[in-house]
């Protein structure tokens, strides 16, 4: 219970004629005693806060960047009406910066025995789950001179999923599927590896692809057709060690993989291929295994919703004999890590061959833009000090994408913007070659 800035006002002005008429105890008596009367009266007449009832519904999840409801229902089972002002507290991070006061706080006047909801409406800033602290309501009398306060729990949780901006990319990608494929309109004949059917000849047709034995047994000159590998096995690992903090822009590495691994498990599973995921560092962060074509991004989605970058050197060893297991038979095993030389010198390069003598390796690297901006910088001393610095940083990586590719390894090194469609067309150009 307190008391209301109206209580302190009329203190404030009774005392003014009580200093110049009648100075003394007897003043202050006339004036405070008839106040404290109406406050104490306002606070008999205040509806208890502690007997509300309060229930939540709303959305369960949002993605990031997106807002999501939330619905309190505000409960008022005593005889006497509600009127309050309500603060639904919510950790920072689950509103625009300078938003949370006008989003966290609301005013409600409730009758007595019905009830009321107030929207609380969240707009998050970052991944991960999202609860509800405590909801503090204060009751006011009808004078508005005395208050009640109290607070309740009231559980909630709203996971905030990773935004997938690269979904643009999609159409693009399945159409250049598609492509592969033969099922387009355009004069292309469908790449790939695995036999599809026979047709006739027609003129423009590689000769290569006549089937003589079909041939003799009928009239027409017969071509086999292809179709790209079906039903290949597809594993995206996330490193989530130190490496994935360092922050490119706005965000850290961590959620530019994230970003190209939801967007090649569209892919991946539009083409009829089996996606899992592991995320792991020191030990195993998110697993998803044998999920369904239609259900594979929605449970991908929510297991990186959670995901966060630790501060911890990745263990090269049990991720690769994690890889192994989560694997066990022939796969495409997407590496969504660094390329930064000491890591892969010392710890993946020792450990590769274990997965490059059964797997098809592909690794994808998120590039620093302002490395390339640097690179180009003139002008001055520092500047040109600046773009060496660059210069060497970019050689090294160059270097070290080499070694991998000596290995049998396919590299991607883009920025962030640029990855996951080049991680995309990367994963088509090896199965157009049959390499899955």
């Known amino acids: 219970m307190a008391l209301t800035g109206r209580a302190a006002l009329i203190a404030a002005l009774g005392s003014l004629p009580v200093g110049i008429w009648d100075p003394g105890w007897s003043g202050l008596l006339a004036v405070n005693a008839p106040l404290a009367m109406a406050c104490a009266c306002d606070f008999a007449l205040a509806a208890p806060v502690r007997r509300l009832g309060l229930t939540r519904d709303g959305d369960t999840s949002v993605r990031l960047g997106d807002t999501a409801d939330v619905t309190l229902t505000v409960t008022n089972p005593s005889r006497r009406p509600l009127r309050a002002h309500l603060r639904d507290a919510w950790p920072p991070s689950s509103w625009q910066p300078g938003t949370e006061t006008t989003g966290s706080r609301h005013r409600l006047t409730v009758p007595a025995g019905e009830r009321r909801r107030v929207t609380t409406r969240l707009r998050p800033t970052r991944r991960g789950d999202r609860l509800a602290d405590r909801v503090t309501i204060r009751s006011y009398g009808p004078l508005g001179l005395f208050t009640r306060q109290g607070t309740h729990r009231v559980p909630w ?32 004949r469908g790449e790939g590896t695995e036999f599809d059917s026979l047709r006739e000849y027609v003129p423009g047709d590689d000769t290569r692809s006549i089937d003589w034995r079909a041939t003799a047994r009928q009239s027409a000159v017969a071509v086999r057709t292809w179709r790209p590998e079906r039903d290949r096995h597809i594993l995206l690992v996330l490193d989530t060690g130190r490496t994935s903090a360092g922050r490119v822009g706005d965000a850290p590495r961590l959620d530019a993989s994230m970003d190209a691994a939801l967007l090649l498990a569209a892919l991946a599973s539009r083409a009829g ?16 295994q044998g999920r369904t074509a239609g259900d594979v991004l929605p449970s991908l989605v929510n297991a990186m919703a959670t995901l966060e970058p630790e501060l911890v050197e990745t263990d090269a060893r049990g991720l690769t004999a994690t890889a192994r297991r989560t694997a066990p038979r022939r796969s495409l095993i997407v590496l969504l890590t660094t390329l930064d030389a000491a890591p892969i010198e010392e710890g993946l390069l020792p450990v590769l061959p274990q997965l490059t003598q059964r797997h098809a390796i592909l690794l994808a690297s998120v590039a620093d833009p302002r490395v390339a901006h640097m690179a180009k910088a003139r002008g001055n001393a520092e500047a040109v000090y600046e773009a060496a610095s660059a210069a060497q940083a970019q050689a090294e990586r160059h270097r070290t994408a080499e070694q991998l590719r000596r290995h049998g390894v396919t590299v991607v090194d883009a920025t962030p913007e640029d990855l996951a469609p080049a991680l995309a067309d990367a994963y088509l150009a090896l199965k157009a070659a049959g390499r899955l």
């Open 157 to 188: 949780t709203v996971r905030v999923l990773p935004p997938f901006t690269s979904r643009k990319h999609l159409p693009s990608k399945l159409a250049r599927l598609r492509e592969l494929d033969g099922r387009t309109s355009v004069l292309t």
């Open 273 to 288: 291929d089996r996606v899992d995921l592991l995320a792991y560092d020191r030990r195993v962060r998110a697993l998803v």
